[in-house]
């Protein structure tokens, strides 16, 4: 087996897109019929992306789940109706083989990324695993990360870079990282949550969405085997990540630029 979750690090741009959460039927399956559009007509290989549960939310009282057994089902008709591979977080080791039987991709949430119990069960899983990097994490240490994983038995590990905490209520994003984790796993960029303020809504996570497509540009620039963005139809009026995620129409737009960009050759400079 190659060091690879499907799709990712093959030399082509692979997209991992959904709303944030789960919020209903009707909801999922617009997106994803929209996405599977998208990339179907652009040439992406799309892996679908959504929360069975938010379980980090700032407030108590802020929207989580509509069910865990419920989410699974509805993960389950998304690819079985578009055909495509799909993925959801998961936060306890016992939760790994049931979401296992279902998803392509177990993501690892970024401040759960050390938890060895959860990382060493997904990687027993037989599944890829998608290890978000903390926004406390040096991008080297997270070498050991996917060290544990691929000890387990997981040979499919890809990294994603998020952000990195700048003092309060901000993040920042440290291009290099990508090439330095690139020398582990293939990296994705995660060009929505890389844009958040968390906990800057004053009891809910705010964010900065107006820079989601220039970092999603300077990361395929940089050098990237992948993109997360999370979209909604209606992001203002989404129950979770709402002014971090991108309008599901402006998708497809953004990744005619980013493959534009990743068309330009490359080279070095020699000093």
Request: aromatic share 6%; net charge negative; hydrophobic share 40%.
């Amino acid at each position: 087996m190659s060091d690879q979750s499907p799709g990712i690090g093959t030399g082509a741009l692979t997209l991992i897109a959904g709303p944030c959460v789960i919020e209903s039927r009707e909801l999922v399956f617009e997106v994803a019929g929209s996405l599977a559009r998208t990339c179907s007509d652009l040439g992406v290989d799309l892996i679908f992306k959504s929360s069975f549960d938010k379980a980090n939310r700032t407030s108590i009282s802020s929207f989580r789940s509509i069910g865990f057994d419920e989410s699974l089902k509805i993960l389950a008709d998304v690819k079985a109706e578009f055909g495509v591979p799909v993925t959801t977080d998961i936060h306890l080791p016992e939760q790994v083989a049931p979401v296992a039987e279902v998803v392509d991709v177990l993501q690892i949430p970024s401040f759960l990324c050390r938890q060895t119990d959860l990382l060493v069960a997904a990687g027993g899983s037989g599944r890829s695993v998608n290890v978000k990097k903390g926004q406390f994490m040096a991008p080297d240490d997270m070498a050991h990360a996917v060290q544990k994983v691929r000890d387990a038995g997981g040979n499919h590990v890809t990294l994603t870079e998020r952000g990195t905490t700048f003092g309060y209520h901000d993040l920042v994003v440290d291009f290099r990282s990508l090439e330095v984790m690139r020398a582990f796993a293939p990296v994705v960029f995660d060009a929505t949550h890389s844009v958040q303020s968390p906990g800057g809504g004053g009891g809910t996570t705010s964010g900065k969405r107006q820079y989601v497509a220039p970092l999603a540009r300077a990361a395929v620039a940089f050098g990237v085997d992948g993109l997360f963005v999370e979209c909604h139809p209606d992001p203002d009026n989404a129950p979770s990540d709402g002014p971090n995620m991108l309008p599901l129409g402006q998708v497809g737009a953004l990744l005619e630029e980013c493959l534009a960009i990743g068309a330009v050759p490359s080279g070095r400079i020699g000093v």
